[in-house]
């Protein structure tokens, strides 16, 4: 059975730091892309962040970029994704997501985790 338990969430400051981290198992987490997508109350999902299954390939929103960085440990089979500058657009229940490719896990992934909330605000 796949499962993808995304953890990290919480309440935080503007301009705070926080890590999420997704957990991965029943597939083999070196052969997958996996991705973070966030949905904010009453909005679509947004993809935050890919990247490819040996993690040279990245890809980071506008609305993240040079605040956000995915990274992945395979070894841990293991997604994070690190948050700085946190700003209150940014409150949305955070899922990791995993697929077999790089282009599929951007728009349409297979694998889906239960979400975890993070909440920006003073």
């Known amino acids: 059975e796949v499962q993808l338990q995304a953890s990290g969430g919480g309440l935080v400051q503007p301009g705070g730091s926080l890590r999420l981290s997704c957990a991965a198992s029943?597939?083999?987490?070196?052969?997958?892309?996996m991705s973070w997508v966030r949905q904010a109350p009453g909005k679509k999902r947004q993809l935050v962040a890919a990247n490819g299954f040996n993690g040279l390939l990245t890809y980071h929103a506008e609305s993240v970029k040079g605040r956000f960085t995915i990274s992945r440990e395979n070894a841990k089979n293991t997604v994070y994704l690190q948050m700085n500058s946190l700003k209150p657009e940014d409150t949305a229940v955070y899922y990791c997501?995993?697929?077999?490719?790089?282009?599929?896990?951007?728009?349409?992934?297979?694998?889906w985790g239960q979400g975890t909330l993070v909440t920006v605000s003073s």
């Open positions: 029943g597939f083999t987490f070196d052969d997958y892309a």
């Open positions: 997501a995993a697929d077999r490719t790089y282009t599929t896990v951007k728009v349409n992934p297979t694998y």
